[in-house]
Protein backbone atom coordinates (compact mmCIF):
# COMPACT_ATOMS: atom_id res chain seq x y z
CA UNK A 1 0.00 0.00 0.00
CA UNK A 2 2.22 2.79 -1.33
CA UNK A 3 0.38 6.34 -0.47
CA UNK A 4 1.35 9.70 -0.68
CA UNK A 5 0.63 12.85 1.48
CA UNK A 6 -1.10 16.10 -0.45
CA UNK A 7 -1.49 19.08 1.45
CA UNK A 8 -3.86 21.39 -0.44
CA UNK A 9 -4.38 24.59 1.74
CA UNK A 10 -1.65 26.30 3.26
CA UNK A 11 -3.10 27.36 6.81
CA UNK A 12 -0.65 26.98 9.32
CA UNK A 13 -3.28 25.45 11.59
CA UNK A 14 -2.64 22.70 9.42
CA UNK A 15 1.14 22.47 9.07
CA UNK A 16 1.00 18.88 11.06
CA UNK A 17 -0.98 17.24 8.78
CA UNK A 18 1.97 15.28 7.01
CA UNK A 19 3.69 14.11 10.26
CA UNK A 20 0.15 13.08 11.69
CA UNK A 21 -0.57 11.25 8.78
CA UNK A 22 2.89 9.36 8.26
CA UNK A 23 2.96 8.40 12.42
CA UNK A 24 -1.09 7.36 12.34
CA UNK A 25 -0.67 4.69 9.12
CA UNK A 26 2.77 3.70 10.90
CA UNK A 27 1.28 3.24 14.03
CA UNK A 28 1.60 -0.52 15.34
CA UNK A 29 -1.85 -0.07 16.45
CA UNK A 30 -3.20 0.60 13.07
CA UNK A 31 -3.76 -1.48 9.52
CA UNK A 32 -0.46 -2.77 9.24
CA UNK A 33 -1.76 -5.28 12.02
CA UNK A 34 -3.70 -6.47 8.84
CA UNK A 35 -0.82 -7.36 6.84
CA UNK A 36 -0.94 -4.13 4.88
CA UNK A 37 2.49 -2.84 3.62
CA UNK A 38 1.53 0.66 4.19
CA UNK A 39 5.02 2.38 3.39
CA UNK A 40 4.78 6.42 2.05
CA UNK A 41 6.24 7.07 -1.54
CA UNK A 42 5.97 9.90 -3.35
CA UNK A 43 5.16 7.94 -7.09
CA UNK A 44 2.27 6.26 -5.22
CA UNK A 45 -1.05 6.79 -6.81
CA UNK A 46 -2.94 6.01 -3.32
CA UNK A 47 -3.21 9.67 -1.84
CA UNK A 48 -3.76 11.01 1.46
CA UNK A 49 -4.99 14.56 0.74
CA UNK A 50 -5.51 17.50 3.50
CA UNK A 51 -8.61 19.55 0.85
CA UNK A 52 -10.64 22.63 2.40
CA UNK A 53 -13.93 22.27 2.29
CA UNK A 54 -15.36 23.02 -1.48
CA UNK A 55 -12.00 21.17 -2.58
CA UNK A 56 -12.65 18.36 -0.21
CA UNK A 57 -16.45 18.67 -1.99
CA UNK A 58 -15.33 18.45 -5.73
CA UNK A 59 -13.04 15.80 -4.39
CA UNK A 60 -15.16 13.16 -3.37
CA UNK A 61 -17.74 13.64 -6.32
CA UNK A 62 -20.04 12.27 -7.14
CA UNK A 63 -20.70 12.01 -2.86
CA UNK A 64 -22.18 14.92 -1.01
CA UNK A 65 -20.04 15.50 2.02
CA UNK A 66 -21.84 18.91 2.17
CA UNK A 67 -18.39 20.51 1.90
CA UNK A 68 -18.16 19.21 5.80
CA UNK A 69 -16.50 15.77 5.65
CA UNK A 70 -14.33 13.50 4.51
CA UNK A 71 -14.31 10.56 2.02
CA UNK A 72 -12.36 8.07 -0.11
CA UNK A 73 -12.77 8.19 -3.25
CA UNK A 74 -10.56 5.60 -5.46
CA UNK A 75 -7.62 6.51 -4.97
CA UNK A 76 -7.59 9.13 -2.69
CA UNK A 77 -8.34 9.85 0.76
CA UNK A 78 -10.11 13.35 1.42
CA UNK A 79 -9.43 14.73 4.59
CA UNK A 80 -11.87 17.92 5.13
CA UNK A 81 -9.34 20.57 6.36
CA UNK A 82 -12.29 21.95 8.41
CA UNK A 83 -12.44 18.65 10.30
CA UNK A 84 -8.86 18.84 10.93
CA UNK A 85 -8.97 21.89 12.50
CA UNK A 86 -11.92 21.10 14.66
CA UNK A 87 -13.57 17.98 14.50
CA UNK A 88 -16.88 17.19 15.40
CA UNK A 89 -19.57 18.75 18.07
CA UNK A 90 -20.73 14.82 18.14
CA UNK A 91 -16.61 13.90 19.10
CA UNK A 92 -16.07 13.69 22.99
CA UNK A 93 -11.86 13.02 23.20
CA UNK A 94 -9.44 15.49 22.23
CA UNK A 95 -8.32 16.73 18.80
CA UNK A 96 -5.23 14.84 18.14
CA UNK A 97 -7.35 11.45 18.68
CA UNK A 98 -9.78 12.59 16.09
CA UNK A 99 -7.63 13.41 13.68
CA UNK A 100 -5.58 9.96 14.19
CA UNK A 101 -9.54 7.99 13.92
CA UNK A 102 -10.08 10.00 10.52
CA UNK A 103 -6.58 8.93 9.26
CA UNK A 104 -7.64 5.49 10.16
CA UNK A 105 -10.97 5.61 9.01
CA UNK A 106 -10.59 6.89 5.34
CA UNK A 107 -7.39 4.69 4.92
CA UNK A 108 -9.57 1.99 5.97
CA UNK A 109 -12.04 2.51 3.09
CA UNK A 110 -9.29 2.77 1.13
CA UNK A 111 -8.49 -0.57 2.49
CA UNK A 112 -11.80 -1.38 1.37
CA UNK A 113 -13.42 -1.83 4.70
CA UNK A 114 -16.96 -0.41 5.29
CA UNK A 115 -19.12 1.30 7.58
CA UNK A 116 -20.15 -1.01 10.74
CA UNK A 117 -22.32 0.19 13.19
CA UNK A 118 -20.77 1.98 16.66
CA UNK A 119 -21.82 -0.57 18.97
CA UNK A 120 -23.50 0.20 22.87
CA UNK A 121 -22.81 3.08 24.80
CA UNK A 122 -19.64 2.59 26.91
CA UNK A 123 -17.81 0.43 24.68
CA UNK A 124 -15.00 1.78 22.36
CA UNK A 125 -16.02 2.77 18.68
CA UNK A 126 -15.44 0.44 15.62
CA UNK A 127 -12.68 3.07 13.84
CA UNK A 128 -14.81 2.26 10.81
CA UNK A 129 -18.45 3.30 12.53
CA UNK A 130 -18.91 6.42 11.53
CA UNK A 131 -17.96 8.51 14.88
CA UNK A 132 -17.85 11.84 13.36
CA UNK A 133 -21.44 11.72 13.79
CA UNK A 134 -22.49 8.72 15.28
CA UNK A 135 -21.06 7.67 18.99
CA UNK A 136 -23.89 8.29 20.93
CA UNK A 137 -22.60 7.25 24.00
CA UNK A 138 -19.88 4.84 22.33
CA UNK A 139 -16.29 5.55 23.53
CA UNK A 140 -14.06 7.64 20.90
CA UNK A 141 -11.78 5.07 19.31
CA UNK A 142 -8.80 5.80 16.62
CA UNK A 143 -7.73 2.29 16.13
CA UNK A 144 -8.71 -0.89 14.56
CA UNK A 145 -10.79 -2.94 17.10
CA UNK A 146 -8.90 -6.60 17.06
CA UNK A 147 -11.85 -7.58 15.43
CA UNK A 148 -11.44 -5.07 12.53
CA UNK A 149 -7.96 -6.00 12.17
CA UNK A 150 -9.20 -9.61 11.74
CA UNK A 151 -11.71 -8.73 9.28
CA UNK A 152 -9.12 -6.84 6.90
CA UNK A 153 -6.59 -9.71 7.26
CA UNK A 154 -8.78 -11.44 4.67
CA UNK A 155 -7.09 -9.35 2.06
CA UNK A 156 -10.94 -10.10 1.03
CA UNK A 157 -12.15 -7.01 -0.79
CA UNK A 158 -10.50 -4.52 -3.77
CA UNK A 159 -8.42 -1.34 -2.40
CA UNK A 160 -9.35 1.94 -3.29
CA UNK A 161 -13.19 1.35 -4.64
CA UNK A 162 -15.29 4.03 -6.09
CA UNK A 163 -18.48 5.49 -4.78
CA UNK A 164 -20.65 2.36 -4.49
CA UNK A 165 -18.27 -0.56 -4.96
ZN1 LIG B 1 -16.66 6.42 6.26
Do not use: K
Amino acid sequence: MPYRIERRTADPATADFETVVRATLADTRGWRQGGFDIREDRAAEFTVVLAEPDDAQQMCRPMDVYSRYSCQNGPLVVINADRWRTATPEWTADLASYREMLVNHEFGHLLGRRHVPCGPAGTPAPVMCQQSTELRGALPNPWPLPAEIVAAAAHDRPLAPLPGE
